[in-house]
DNA sequence: GCCAACGTTGGC
DNA sequence: GCCAACGTTGGC
């Protein structure tokens, strides 16, 4: 069982749209190093933070499930879509995605500068600069911390 | 909106 | 296979 932090902004993709329609497709990463993520590291049942980004403030706004083993993104050959990807064949698709489950929605969001003040978290993934990575592995440490913090509610 | 950081692309 | 240019991410 492992723990990861996947982001989202939630302009386009908020942890209300997932706890409206579970499971859902986590559609969309384009960065190979999230593509083996999701093909090698992943198993059904690892829990996930929701982390809000690009927001007022950003930060973890809850709890997912991965449900599925990793498959083709069928969003790489839809021309209609924003994550269209033409170099990709049909016959070895590039990029792969989890579905996700809702399982919790925190009482307040976690902000970023919140999770740089935790001792015990200063090495976590999501706190160091210029980590841009969309998905990113959490210790299970880390994750005891977090989900200790008060105010997060049921 | 700015811009630092970093991944990707493509010329050579 | 190097590396400059470019595009994107994402905090602020």
Known sequence: ?????????????????????????????????VRNFFRDSMSVGDMA??????????????????VSEAYPDPTQFDPSSHYFDAKSPMDAPRWLLRDVAFVQKF???ISLAELREIPGLQGMEVVKRGQRLSVLPVTEAEWQIIMELPGLGG
């Open 1 to 33: 069982m492992r723990y990861w932090l996947m982001k989202s902004e939630p302009d386009s993709y908020s942890i209300d749209d997932l706890a409206a329609k579970s499971p859902a497709m986590w559609e969309g990463c384009r960065n190979y190093t």
């Open 49 to 66: 933070f929701f982390y809000n980004s690009n927001s007022n403030p950003s930060g973890i706004a809850g709890l997912m499930r991965i």
């Open 107 to 109: 009482d307040r969001v």
